[in-house]
């Protein structure tokens, strides 16, 4: 009897991306304990095979999904505020990078609260994470001073996190007044030389926290 002619391999060069695209979609709706070979290969559509192929397990599939995520959030709120110029068109950028680039996609929002979840319990999330908040935070101090642009990305944060979980969403012209709200008070309390506690170096970081004089009893 003859043997049955071997099956042809499926040309697929995508299928590591595709892998990562389908862990994303399964932490967006079942989060990191949904996260199973299973889970994966069926929205992927792919054999176990290949999963263990590419990834060594799945905490490798976890950590190269939020990567990804992350460096498309730092690629999309870079190009927003790359093309602002006045700090009025920079508030209008970031207003939209929240509500139309982030708030718009659920399942990217439901990521994003997945990743600083994970951030708490495991080391590389949290490094992927920190990376998140630099690069933000670096984008903004191209318009900013360093405390003011730190205070604006707290509050881009806070915003991320209240969206994924509120009950009733902040409506765009509430996350605007939020923002210029901060960038104001920011920008005042650093012009007026407010003492903020913390000294500010050249590059308008913070460097360390000022020694306080001890108050003298009465």
Same mark, same amino acid.
């Given at each position: ?15 590591? !991306? ?29 054999? *176990? ?67 600083? #979840? ?5 080391? &590389? ?7 998140? @908040? ?7 101090? &191209? ?7 730190? *205070? *604006? ?9 209240? @969206?994924?979980?509120? !009950? !009733? ?16 008070? #920011? ?5 007026? #030389? ?20 001890? !108050?003298?009893?009465?």
């Amino acid at each position: 009897m003859a043997p049955a002619p071997r099956r042809a391999r499926r040309h697929d060069p995508d299928r590591r !991306q595709r892998i990562v695209d389908a862990a994303l979609q399964v932490l967006a709706t079942d989060g990191v304990a949904g996260i199973t070979h299973r889970a994966i290969g069926t929205v992927a559509d792919v054999p *176990l095979g290949s999963i263990t192929y590419h990834f060594a397990n799945l905490a490798d599939i976890v950590d190269v999904a939020f990567e990804t995520h992350v460096a498309r959030l730092a690629e999309r709120f870079g190009a927003r505020l790359a093309g602002c110029e006045s700090a009025d068109d920079v508030i209008e950028c970031i207003v939209e990078a929240v509500t139309d680039d982030l708030a718009a996609h659920p399942n990217e929002l439901a990521v994003t609260y997945e990743l600083y #979840g994970d951030a708490v319990r495991r080391a &590389q999330t949290k490094r992927v994470t920190q990376d998140w @908040m630099g690069l933000a935070e670096e984008a903004l101090a &191209q318009h900013f001073p360093r405390p003011t642009a730190r *205070l *604006l990305d707290v509050v881009v944060e806070g915003l991320m996190v209240h @969206m994924s979980i509120a !009950q !009733q969403q902040i409506s765009k012209d509430e996350v605007r007044a939020l923002l210029t709200i901060a960038a104001h008070a #920011g920008q005042s309390a650093y012009q007026s #030389g407010t003492d903020l506690g913390v000294e500010v170096d050249i590059d308008h970081k913070f460097v360390k926290p000022k020694s306080r004089k001890p !108050q003298e009893k009465k």
